[in-house]
């Protein structure tokens, strides 16, 4: 199958066969190609090339609903729930034959007598908006079921589970499509799931089909040579072993509202040393928005204090110079960048009303921002037209660089990450981790929030969990246990 | 004062509420279906207006109000439509059209229904349900529109449709969730065009309330803003359609005071009467809004929410 958008191969003659009843990974780095292949299979998009055959009869799939009528289904990354409807509209809305007038009681019954036959529980009555990331994937693939597919395709469906969670779910999966019920294709980066889920496996590397088989015969090493070639990966910075030094970030008691008007962040109480990272652990929506938020200064905290260097902390821009302190919230896009302006002034925004950027006090020199951001492009290896380039022609990694950059490039003595590594490719996450373990070798202190756990246990001296807006757990890096994290972050913790 | 006294004011304020509260309830319930597809529709004070006007030119040309109330629906309708038309372009704002549109139904009716200021169009009928009484206050105040009786009906019709029907969930899966609309196979802008035009219907029918029945009349000052009071009206009630009856109704009470103290002989400080309805809409937005939490029950894909 081949499929071109303009200019950029997307697809070049990819063939894959998937047999039924397997638990079949799909393998590669963000823009090889994966979510492209299936979208193809799916009917979002039509191959310029290429056939598809099921049970050895080519059909041509030209919309989802085609695909659909075939049985294939697929769970996306971004949840297809609504959420103001409960569980049960939800799952009845898929179906193809849905009646003008709906007849509850039969779709209850229907609803029950599946609820009898999944392998997991899910309440029907609930609104989907209430239901954690874990419960949704879990309704997400319900529905797929509950629609009758049997070829399910799962786009990166653990990124918002924990691993006792994912481990669960891709289990069960596995189990289905032992029994027969289901051919599953997944979708993934991680070689874990691959190794310990998969029959069989195919590797996708910038549209090309790089290597696959079974996976039993493959192994860790192999399968990240397939999946990036021979680029280097920055080696992960060595961890000076200094004590940490020194107030770096402190909050006490500190309490902040969501957007409802509920408590999200309860009575939190957290000391950072300068020269120490501190990873917080947690699926999303336990409150680390609105933590991040209060410490760049978008949400005010509704009781307690925050002290950077030993002083209250009041979020002024003064105070942030003064006391070196940058945040990396995430969806950098969104929430640090102003996507219509160029590079150069997104990297001038911590320091445009500095001299050199600033003559008098009053006038920005274009040529002085310019000159800075030539050499952070160079320093940090953001890949753009030029330094007068739109932001939002950039890709996610280097908006990621960009913000970096701007963050790392002066004297950092207090960082705040959010899941600075989501959705880049495994070059640039290495690189990212290195220069955040270069800042805290350096003396800044560093809080490290992220959903992923390797991240954390690779880079944190201490681990903190946070769950429904509380530190419930904490351990050293030397004492971490994978399970025991992962159990505080759901509510069997 | 009156032999009913102080109960005069209660009673004409009632039948206030019931008789002034239709163009509030029509257009509200427009305007919730039409939001709970995602999309805000300003324009239905303009398209409130037109559908006035035609129903007045229709019902004086052709003698039947019945029909005139139908061609304002339609009316109303095509409007929509152009709302809807225009928004499903790409990078277009669903704010800035609905502005638009509510001058161009505003400046189209007044230029249109110029010939039709002084000539008197067929009213549409009541039903005088206060017949049995012998005091001309109460009379007054039951007689009621059929128009009120269909309204009286559709909200709660309207309520149950978004629950139990097929397009019920297909619209608030288009409102809640574009994505998972796509998904399923459904066209976000074919639901919401359509959304758009059954709202454009509904106040188009409101409006014809206000030519053909009370004040029953066609001028320039017909309408007192109650469509764009409409639009507060629909958050207040927070996108629940039996929640836009109860609040119609105490818009219309509102609007009815002015008038109600004036029948018991109070006339001083008029204005000040007759600006209720505008208070309520400030107060009650001010009431209902916080800087701590945004609001409940919005439909994800509003502009306003987003």
């Known amino acids: 199958m081949t499929k071109r958008f303009g200019e950029l191969v997307a697809l070049d003659d990819v063939s894959l066969r998937l047999g039924s009843g397997t638990v079949h990974a799909i393998l590669g780095q963000n823009g090889a190609g994966k979510s492209t292949l299936v979208k193809c299979m799916m009917g979002y998009h039509r191959p ?14 030209a919309n989802p609903r085609q695909a659909h009528r075939l049985g294939f289904g697929m769970v996306y990354q971004h949840f297809t729930l609504v959420p103001s409807m409960t569980a049960a509209e939800n799952l009845i809305l898929g179906r193809d034959n849905l009646p003008a007038v709906i007849r509850w009681d039969e779709e209850r019954a229907r609803l029950e007598a599946f609820q009898r036959e999944m392998p997991f529980a899910i309440d029907l009555d609930r609104p989907v908006a209430g239901l954690a990331a874990g419960e949704k994937q879990k309704l997400e693939i319900g529905k797929q079921l509950f629609l009758g597919r049997r070829v399910l395709i799962l786009d990166e ?18 189990e289905l499509a032992a029994g027969g019920r289901l051919t599953v294709v997944l979708i993934t980066h991680k070689f874990r799931e691959v190794l310990a889920f998969a029959d069989e496996v195919t ?18 090493s192999e399968l990240v040579r397939l999946m990036i070639g021979s680029a280097a990966i920055a080696e992960p910075a060595a961890r000076a072993t200094t004590a940490p030094r020194g107030a770096g970030l402190e909050l006490t008691a500190l309490s902040v509202l969501n957007d409802k008007g509920l408590l999200a962040v309860r009575v939190v109480s957290l000391a950072v040393a300068a020269g120490e990272i501190v990873g917080v652990a947690g699926v999303s929506g336990n409150g680390q928005r609105e933590l991040v938020e209060v410490l760049a200064g978008q949400r005010r905290p509704e009781s307690g204090t925050v002290r950077v260097g030993g002083e209250p902390y009041r979020r002024t821009r003064g105070e942030m110079r003064r006391h070196g302190v940058f945040v990396l919230a995430e969806e950098p896009l969104r929430n640090a960048c102003v996507p219509a302006m160029s590079v150069a002034e997104n990297l001038a925004f911590s320091n445009f009303d500095e001299p050199p950027n600033t003559r008098w006090g009053l006038v920005v020199s274009r040529r002085a921002i310019e000159r800075q951001a030539r050499a952070l492009i160079d320093r940090f290896g953001i890949t753009a037209a030029g330094p007068a380039a739109r932001l939002d022609t950039l890709s996610g990694g280097n908006v990621q660089r960009t913000v970096l950059a701007r963050a790392l490039s002066g004297r950092v003595a207090t960082l705040v990450a959010q899941n600075p590594c989501a959705g880049l490719d495994v070059a640039a996450t290495a690189e990212i981790r290195s220069r955040m373990m270069a800042a805290r070798n350096d003396g800044a202190a560093v809080l490290l929030l992220s959903e992923d756990l390797d991240e954390l246990l690779e880079l944190a001296d201490r681990i903190v969990v946070m769950f429904e807006g509380r530190f419930v757990y904490e351990t050293s890096r030397a004492d971490a246990d994978v399970h025991v994290i992962g159990a505080h972050m759901t509510s069997r913790g | 004062m009156s032999e009913l006294g102080w109960w005069g004011v209660l009673i004409a304020v009632a039948g206030g509420a019931i008789r002034v509260s239709t163009p509030y309830l029509f257009v509200s319930l427009g305007e919730t279906l039409t939001e709970k597809s995602g999309r805000v529709n300003l324009g239905l004070e303009g398209t409130l207006v037109m559908g006035a006007m035609s129903g007045y030119a229709v ?46 139904g505003t400046g189209l009716a007044f230029y249109l229904g110029k010939p039709f200021i002084e000539p008197v169009a067929p009213r549409l009928p009541h039903l005088a349900l206060g017949a049995w009484s012998g005091s001309p206050a109460v009379r007054a105040a039951l007689e009621i529109s059929p128009l009120f009786l269909v309204g009286l009906v559709l909200a709660p019709l309207l309520a149950w449709g978004l629950r139990h029907t097929r397009w019920g969930l297909v619209v608030r899966t288009v409102g809640d969730n574009a994505d998972a609309a796509r998904a399923l196979g459904y066209s976000v802008e074919r639901v919401r065009a359509l959304a758009t035009m059954a709202g454009g219907f509904l106040a188009g029918v409101g409006g014809s309330f206000l030519s053909l029945y009370y004040p029953g009349t066609w001028n320039e000052a017909l309408s007192s803003g109650q469509g764009l009071m409409a639009i507060a009206l629909v958050i207040f009630a927070r ?29 001083t400080n008029y204005y000040l009467y007759n600006a209720a309805p505008y208070v309520l809409t400030l107060v009650l937005l001010v009431a209902s809004s916080s800087t701590k939490h945004r609001l409940v029950g919005a439909p994800s894909e509003l502009t306003i929410s987003r």
């Not at chain 1, 469906?157 to 596995?174: C, H, K, Q, W």
């Not at chain 1, 089909?209 to 860790?220: D, E, F, I, K, Q």
């Not at chain 2, 095509?78 to 001058?103: S, T």
Request: proline content about 6%; hydrophobic content about 50%.
């Open chain 1, 48 to 61: 310029d090339h290429g056939r598809l055959l099921v049970d050895g009869r080519e059909q041509g799939i």
């Open chain 1, 157 to 174: 469906p653990t990124s918002v589970l924990t691993p006792d969670e994912a481990d669960s779910i891709l289990g069960v999966m596995r």
């Open chain 1, 203 to 220: 590797v996708l590397r910038a549209g090309h089909v790089v290597g696959g088989g079974p996976a039993a015969t493959l192994g860790r």
């Open chain 2, 59 to 104: 019902a004086y040309l052709t003698g039947s109000p019945w029909l005139g109330a139908l061609v304002a629906g339609l009316a109303g309708a095509l409007f929509g439509l152009l709302h809807a038309a225009v928004c499903n372009l790409p990078r277009v704002n669903d704010v800035a059209v609905g502005i638009a549109l509510f001058l161009l």
């Open chain 2, 239 to 267: 996108w629940n359609p039996l929640a836009c009856f109860w609040v119609s109704l105490l818009f219309g009470g509102a609007t009815a005071l002015g008038p109600a103290l004036q029948s018991v002989g109070i006339t």
